[in-house]
Every structure is written in structure tokens, then in C-alpha cells.
């Protein structure tokens, strides 16, 4: 069975195409392959409310699933550079699997 909830999902989602788009764009780390962060862009929901307003309203004003540039505009950006550091420097990324 899929965990969490459509909410939860979609969490997820934005989180893992957020790091991954962060980390090619800033870092020039290709932490997962082309067509998985392609499909993963097409899977983003954004008229889903997931609980962070300021968030919500980036992934629904920015977001494209066409381009990681979106990320540039991301208002967490630091928050993001922080989980790379944290999961994908110690290569310890089954949390996101």
C-alpha cells in the first residue's frame, strides 16, 4: 500500500523535485536522472494545498514542470540547500524512496 494521504504525496513531490532542481540548478548535481525528475515535475499538483501557504502560492504562481529554472525563485532556498546537505552530501537518500 502507498503511504500518506494525497496531501502527503504531494508534499513529498514538491520537496524532492524542489531539492533535485536546487541541486542541478546551484550545484550542478544531477542527484536523480532526467526522466525521473521530468515525470516527478508532471506528477506536481499545485491546486493542492498541502498546509504552507507561502509555499502553496510559489508552486502555484512559479512552478513549471517544463524547467527547474522555477527554482531560483524558490522563497525556501536555503531550507533546500540545507536538506541536500544533510541527505544527499552523506548520500543517505532512502528517506526519499
Given at each position: 500500500?502507498?503511504w ?38 508532471l ?16 508552486f ?9 529554472y ?25 528517506w526519499?524512496e
Amino acid at each position: 500500500m502507498a503511504w500518506g494521504n494525497k496531501t502527503e504525496k504531494e508534499r513529498k513531490r514538491r520537496i524532492k523535485v524542489s531539492i533535485a532542481a536546487y541541486a542541478y540548478e546551484f550545484l550542478a548535481d544531477s542527484i536523480m536522472p532526467d526522466h525521473e525528475f521530468d515525470q516527478l515535475c508532471l506528477e506536481i499538483n499545485p491546486k493542492i494545498n498541502t498546509g504552507n501557504r507561502k509555499l502553496d502560492i510559489f508552486f502555484k504562481n512559479e512552478f513549471s514542470p517544463s524547467t527547474g529554472y522555477w527554482v531560483h525563485l524558490h522563497p525556501e532556498k536555503e531550507k533546500l540547500k540545507d536538506l541536500y546537505e544533510r541527505y544527499y552530501k552523506n548520500d543517505s537518500t532512502s528517506w526519499i524512496e
